[in-house]
């Protein structure tokens, strides 16, 4: 990359100016909380925000608003393609097993361990 | 020093067209991200599976006793740190090394500030009220989560600490190397500064 002194400037102002929006971004984020709104729409709301403020670090602290190069851009679509892959395991796993009896509770929960053991192995 | 001399340092490799330390930050970007990717998957799985009700059930926020100012508090001071980070490989572009080592040093003194408050407000109060990893999943993920990132955060104190002292010989020597070097330190900074900005609402909030 090559960077005149202006086009420097031009960067410095832009990063200053995604800084306000990341921390206005945050102050957004707990004010929502404090809402007491639906919790699931509370969940929404916060992860919504996340992934603006993320998208903000990605794009312009991290260049790739200016990026060109295939490599780098299907190296992260590939990333991009799994890590939906990784997020989707929980909704598999889950869909599997009737309400309150999943992995992880059983040794609170032995009657379901006992009720479901069959399904495994 | 060897005499082995690394290609591709500054001028763009032939094949990729880009300087090799970035395609390389970038596949281990990549990697970082399948590896805290597969822990957010754990915490959404524990925590859509848990109980509605009874000792499994997923504990209400109050319960939890994170509090949102402080981790608030770190979310600003880990973004800050990003700017000072992306303001000293501008400082580098405009060639001024002075400018570089102030802002590579506030980027250090921030994320020590971070680690600080992690340990000695939530880590070491948290341990003593009896809320170990062992306590429940929630704790079990916050720890593992958190742990992971704050690791993140010290090798990057480590790195930036070696550019500010004896890695920075290498600008009197190859300026442009050196400017990449911190180029690349910056994009892992950004990604741990990232990574924080989705934790902080998935532990801290909701």
Known sequence: MDHSHADTDKHVRLYLTVFAALAVGTVVTVAANQLHVEHALAIGIALGIATVKASLVAAVFMHLKW?????????????AVFFVVLLFIPVLETSEHPPNVVVGTWDVLPEAHTEHAGHHE | MSTAVLPYTVEPHPIT??????????????????LFGALFSSYVLLRVGAPVAGPAAW???????LSWKIGGFNTLVLI????????????????????????????????????VVKLTL????KIQAGHTPSHNNFFALYFTLTGLHALHIIGGII???YFIGPGSALWKTDPEYFTNRVECTGLYWHFVDLVWIFLFPVLYLT
């Open chain 2, 159 to 161: 790195v930036i600490t």
């Open chain 2, 59 to 65: 504990p209400a926020h109050a319960e939890t006793g």
């Open chain 2, 80 to 115: 800050i740190s990003s700017v000072t980070m992306v303001m000293a490989w501008a400082a580098l572009k405009t060639h001024n090394i002075g400018r570089a080592k102030a802002y590579l040093a506030t980027t250090v003194f921030l994320a020590l500030v971070f680690i």
């Open chain 1, 67 to 79: 990026e060109r190069s295939a490599w780098i851009w299907s190296t992260l679509a590939l990333c």
């Open chain 2, 122 to 125: 939530e880590y070491i109060p």
């Open chain 2, 17 to 34: 067209r880009l300087y090799s330390g970035k395609l390389g930050i970038w596949l281990f970007l990549a990697s970082e991200v399948m």
